[in-house]
């Protein structure tokens, strides 16, 4: 028996947006007009291409990277984009999102994105 299907990715845009005066970077700002859009972007290409839901944008707070911003995390596979703008979405959903192939000159640097550690190493 075919289920409703699950989404095959999950693409998170970070939407924090540090409050005027404060020095943090953030990766929705006043200071880059462009920032604004994005989120509102990357749905409207997703609905042009025919592919929203079976990859689902999804708005979130910070991930952690804000001197990188604005960012995108896409899952599965752990890919965080950064210092995006319309035209990297564009590549990222053409070339990683149908085409299957992770853009690597968007990705963050190796040196900020080390490999992850597994919680059961860590748990007390
Ligand atoms: S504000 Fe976007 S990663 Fe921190």
Redesign the pocket.
Same mark, same amino acid.
């Given at each position: 028996m075919m289920g409703i299907p699950q989404p095959a990715f999950y693409i998170f845009k $970070? @939407? @924090? %947006?540090?409050p005027a005066g404060m020095p943090? !970077? %953030? $990766? /929705?700002s006043q200071n880059n007009p462009e920032s604004l859009q994005l989120f509102g972007y990357l749905t409207q290409v997703l609905m042009q291409k025919g592919i929203i839901g079976t990859v689902q944008p999804i708005q979130t %707070? $910070?991930? *952690?990277? $804000?001197q @990188? *911003? !604005? /960012?995108i995390l896409v899952e599965p596979s752990h890919t965080m984009y950064v210092n995006l703008t319309k035209v990297k979405i564009d590549r990222i959903i053409e070339e990683h999102i149908i085409g299957g192939k992770v853009v690597t000159e968007y990705v963050i640097d190796e040196s900020m994105w080390g490999e992850p550690i597994e919680p059961s190493r860590v748990a007390r």
């Open positions: $970070c @939407q @924090q %947006s540090a943090k !970077p %953030s $990766c /929705v %707070s $910070c991930l *952690g990277r $804000c @990188q *911003g !604005p /960012v």
